[in-house]
């Protein structure tokens, strides 16, 4: 069973470009994830779907990122205009239905903002 | 507010012995918990887990202990090898919700 799937896996931008990340899930997982995880911290949520919609986006700063899951498989997270603060590795999730099912990772995307 | 918090940020253990991680949580609703295991340039993959209604949980070399009434978990790893040497993070699912939120991680070290 292929795994989740993330490109690129390395970027690095000048503050106030934009950037893109993709994610393919595990085939056949509802829930997707994106987590940042910042350098010395644990992974923090994002924004969370179950199929093309959103489920809890409470902590995407909304000024700056947006997310999309069209036709409810991959997924995409972009940063318009990127800070210094963003400088993070972004991990895409995914998870299949049913309670207490674990979520697996992505090898994740590093961003460097310069 | 961090809702779970591990504070060894790094744990050095030798080859052969017991490894002991531990993670503090602050909300007593918490129902699941659960340890992932993190390698340079990779994802977090699934340790092991525990629910609140049980205080052990044990998969091989692996073991997690919840102490409800400290709202504690530890993880221990007997006996300690090289390639258990990573991140470890702890995590809570946050019932009804499906999302989890992960502690700072402690980074172990198996020392020969």
């Known amino acids: 069973e292929a795994g989740v799937a993330q490109s690129p896996r390395y970027k690095i931008i000048e503050k106030r470009q934009s950037v893109a990340f993709w994610c393919n899930p595990i085939s056949g997982h509802a829930t997707l994830y994106w987590y940042q995880q910042i350098l010395g911290q644990g992974p923090k949520l994002l924004i969370q779907f179950q199929n093309n919609g959103v489920v809890d986006d409470s902590q995407l700063p909304k000024d700056r990122f947006s997310a999309e899951r069209l036709k409810g498989v991959d997924s995409t997270l972009k940063i318009q205009p990127a800070k210094l603060e963003d400088s993070a590795v972004y991990l895409c999730?995914?998870?299949?239905?049913?309670?207490?099912?674990?979520?697996?990772f992505g090898p994740g995307t590093r961003l460097t903002v310069l | 507010d961090q809702q779970v918090k591990q504070n060894s940020p790094s744990l050095s253990v030798q080859e052969g012995r017991i490894s002991i991680l531990n993670c503090d949580y602050t909300n007593s609703m918490f129902d699941y918990f659960l340890w992932y295991k993190k390698y340079p340039a990779e994802g977090p993959t699934f340790l092991i887990s525990i629910s609140s209604i049980k205080d052990k949980n044990e998969d091989g070399r692996f073991t997690v202990f919840l102490n409800k009434s400290a709202k504690h978990l530890s993880l221990h790893i007997v006996p300690s090898q090289p390639g258990d040497s990573a991140v470890y993070f702890c995590a809570v699912l946050v019932q009804g919700a499906q999302k989890l939120v992960f502690g700072q991680g402690t980074r172990l070290t198996i020392n020969p």
């Open positions: 999730a995914s998870r299949a239905g049913g309670f207490y099912n674990e979520q697996f």
